[in-house]
C-alpha cells in the first residue's frame, strides 16, 4: 500500500521563525489533508491540498502531485503552533504519516 | 455547526467490560470515519461508512470490535470484551463526498 513519509521527524524553533515540513508519498496522490494536533490532543483541519498551493494567515501549502510531495510553510511561528502536524493521503481512507513534531520556544 | 461531537470524551473500564463510543457526524455530510491512534501504530482507520452503509472495515482489529450508523446523525464504536492493549485515543471524522475529512475531539479509552 501507499507509504507517506514526513520529515522532519522533530523541529525546535524560536518564535517568530519560519519553518518547512515535507511530506513525501510512494505512489498517486488523491485526496491529502494536513493537520495540526494540538497538546490538548485535537486534529485540526488546514488544508485539503491534493495539487496545487493555498494559504491561510501565516500558513500555506503546497502539493505537486506529479512529484508525490506536499510542503507546509509556517511563517512567523507562535508558541501556540506547537504540536504535531499530520498529512493523511488516500482515495476515502487516509494514510497517515507519523508526524511532525513542532515546539516553537518564547 | 457543531462539528464532529463524540461522546464520552474519557472512558475508563475493567478488562472484559463493554464499552460502546458514540459520534454525531457534520449535518449533511455522507461520509464517516473511526480511527485509532496510538503510540505505537499512529493514526490508522478502522472503518469507512458511506451514506450509512459500511463500505471498508478491513482496519478493525478483531471481531470484539464492531460499528454500525443506524441513521446519518449517530454512529457507535462498540469494543466487547475490552482488552487493556485497546486502551487509544478513538477519533471520529465526517466529510461530504469524500472531500475534506473534520475530527471530532477523541475519545481517550482507558482499559484496566
Known amino acids: 500500500g501507499i507509504q507517506v513519509e514526513q520529515s522532519p521527524p522533530d523541529l525546535i524553533l524560536q518564535e517568530g521563525a519560519n519553518s518547512t515540513l515535507r511530506c513525501n508519498f510512494s505512489d498517486s496522490v488523491n485526496n491529502l489533508q494536513w493537520f495540526h494536533q494540538n497538546p490538548w490532543g485535537q486534529l485540526i483541519n488546514l488544508f485539503y491540498i491534493p495539487s496545487g498551493t493555498k494559504q491561510n494567515g501565516r500558513l500555506s501549502a503546497t502539493t505537486v502531485a506529479t512529484e508525490r510531495y506536499s510542503l507546509l510553510y509556517i511563517s512567523s511561528s507562535q508558541t501556540t503552533d506547537s504540536g504535531v502536524y499530520f498529512c493523511?493521503?488516500?482515495?476515502?481512507?487516509?494514510?497517515f504519516g507519523t508526524g511532525t513534531r513542532l515546539k516553537v520556544l518564547a | 455547526d457543531a462539528g464532529v461531537i463524540q461522546s464520552p470524551r474519557h472512558e475508563v473500564t475493567e478488562m472484559g467490560q463493554e464499552v460502546t463510543l458514540r459520534c454525531k457526524p457534520i449535518?449533511?455530510?455522507?461520509?464517516l470515519f473511526w480511527y485509532r491512534q496510538t503510540m505505537m501504530r499512529g493514526l490508522e482507520l478502522l472503518i469507512y461508512f458511506n451514506n450509512n452503509v459500511p463500505i471498508d472495515d478491513s482496519g478493525m482489529p478483531e471481531d470484539r470490535f464492531s460499528a454500525k450508523m443506524p441513521n446519518a446523525s449517530f454512529s457507535t464504536l462498540k469494543i466487547q470484551p475490552s482488552e487493556p492493549r485497546d486502551s487509544a485515543v478513538y477519533f471520529c471524522?465526517?466529510?461530504?463526498?469524500?472531500?475534506?475529512?473534520?475530527f471530532g475531539p477523541g475519545t481517550r479509552l482507558t482499559v484496566l
Open positions: 449535518s449533511g455530510h455522507n461520509s
Open positions: 471524522a465526517s466529510s461530504l463526498a469524500g472531500d475534506t475529512q473534520y
Open positions: 493523511g493521503e488516500g482515495t476515502y481512507k487516509y494514510i
